[in-house]
Nanobody, 124 residues
Framework: QVQLVESGGGLVQAGDSLRLSCVAS????????MGWFRQAPGKEREFVAA???????YYTDSVKGRFTISRENTKNTVYLQMNSLKPEDTAVYYC??????????????????WGQGTQVTVSS
């Protein structure tokens, strides 16, 4: 069993930056496939970014060039660096993982483990 715990959310102004962290415990996650999703009030959970254990990354179009997903295996941690934040980025952000490759990294159903979420609010 793997436990994921997110942190780093908060209230910021448009144009600011935040770095979200997701710490995994319970098993080494060096070869895990990891993702970040977000869910705004009244909306479905949507894909933000994903990272293969090989280092290949994937992003939804709306965050390309602004967000960066990365991992630090020595700390069992995945990060989501968010720059140039916009009010439409406001959501609860969730970290997710699975031990083997996805068929489609964008689908929440592809992930086995989820964190509890961290709130990001961007004011205009």
């Amino acid at each position: 069993q793997v436990q994921l715990v997110e942190s780093g959310g908060g209230l910021v102004q448009a144009g600011d930056s935040l770095r979200l962290s997701c710490v995994a415990s319970g098993r080494t996650f060096t070869t895990y496939y990891m993702g970040w999703f977000r869910q705004a009030p009244g909306k479905e959970r949507e894909f933000v970014a994903a990272l293969r254990w090989t280092g290949t990354t994937y992003y939804t179009d709306s965050v390309k060039g602004r967000f960066t997903i990365s991992r630090e295996n020595t700390k069992n941690t995945v990060y989501l660096q968010m720059n140039s934040l916009k009010p439409e980025d406001t959501a609860v952000y969730y970290c997710a993982g699975r031990p083997d490759s996805w068929n489609d990294a964008r689908l929440p159903s592809q992930y086995d483990y989820w964190g509890q979420g961290t709130q990001v609010t961007v004011s205009s």
